[in-house]
T-cell receptor
Framework: KNEVEQSPQNLTAQEGEFITINCSYSVGISALHWLQQHPGGGIVSLFMLSSGKKKHGRLIATINIQEKHSSLHITASHPRDSAVYICAVRLRVEAAGNKLTFGGGTRVLVKP | DGGITQSPKYLFRKEGQNVTLSCEQNLNHDAMYWYRQDPGQGLRLIYYSQIVNDFQKGDIAEGYSVSREKKESFPLTVTSAQKNPTAFYLC????????????FGPGTRLTVT
């Protein structure tokens, strides 16, 4: 079983719909990242969370440390939101340094 | 503009040949990382370096080698010993130490036939 699991693997939405992507992890972490990978392959960091909730534009990320779960929400989705969204965690163990463990990604397609 | 560059974007090689992927950053970051991405799988760490002239193996280092002679550069060599070299390779950098965000390059797609 992977240490970081994302669901769903694929998601198709109509423009304007509210989208939720989930990330569950099985290890102790010091931080969780949400990343966006566009079709060309480049990756952009969206959020880094260690507790609570963060919002940037139409994107909202939440984390529940006790339940080892995080969600990424996209409000009023748009075709330009079509991308792969990746959850990654930094282990709490000091020896892990700044290394990240990645989920398999959620491919999101927003249709006009 | 500060950032990470990887070149080329697409690379084709014949089986049995070594190939070196370039990664350069001008963010003044001490730490650099190489990841491999296969379809349907999460990124996996190949090698990382926290400081010049030092690097450590990641989770899948077999068949790869790196060097870190300059702070700005962290080239990755895919050797003929790597059994399945065809993949998308991503380089990243960050401030050294825990708690810092990693910045990713655009990636190189390597195809070996």
């Amino acid at each position: 079983k992977n240490e970081v699991e994302q669901s769903p693997q694929n998601l198709t939405a109509q423009e304007g719909e509210f989208i939720t992507i989930n990330c569950s992890y099985s290890v102790g972490i010091s931080a969780l990242h949400w990343l966006q990978q566009h079709p060309g392959g480049g990756i952009v960091s969206l959020f880094m969370l260690s507790s609570g909730k963060k919002k940037h534009g139409r994107l909202i990320a939440t984390i529940n440390i006790q339940e080892k779960h995080s969600s990424l929400h996209i409000t009023a989705s748009h075709p330009r939101d079509s991308a792969v969204y990746i959850c990654a965690v930094r282990l709490r163990v000091e020896a892990a340094g700044n290394k990240l463990t990645f989920g398999g990604g959620t491919r999101v397609l927003v249709k006009p | 503009d500060g950032g990470i560059t990887q070149s080329p974007k697409y690379l084709f090689r014949k089986e049995g040949q070594n190939v070196t992927l370039s990664c350069e950053q001008n963010l003044n970051h001490d730490a650099m990382y190489w990841y491999r991405q296969d379809p349907g799988q999460g990124l996996r760490l190949i090698y990382y370096s926290q400081i010049v002239n030092d690097f450590q193996k990641g989770d899948i280092a077999e068949g790869y080698s790196v060097s870190r002679e300059k702070k700005e550069s962290f080239p990755l060599t895919v050797t003929s010993a790597q059994k399945n070299p065809t993949a998308f390779y991503l380089c990243a950098s960050s401030i050294a130490g825990r708690g810092y965000e990693q910045y990713f390059g655009p990636g190189t797609r390597l195809t070996v036939t």
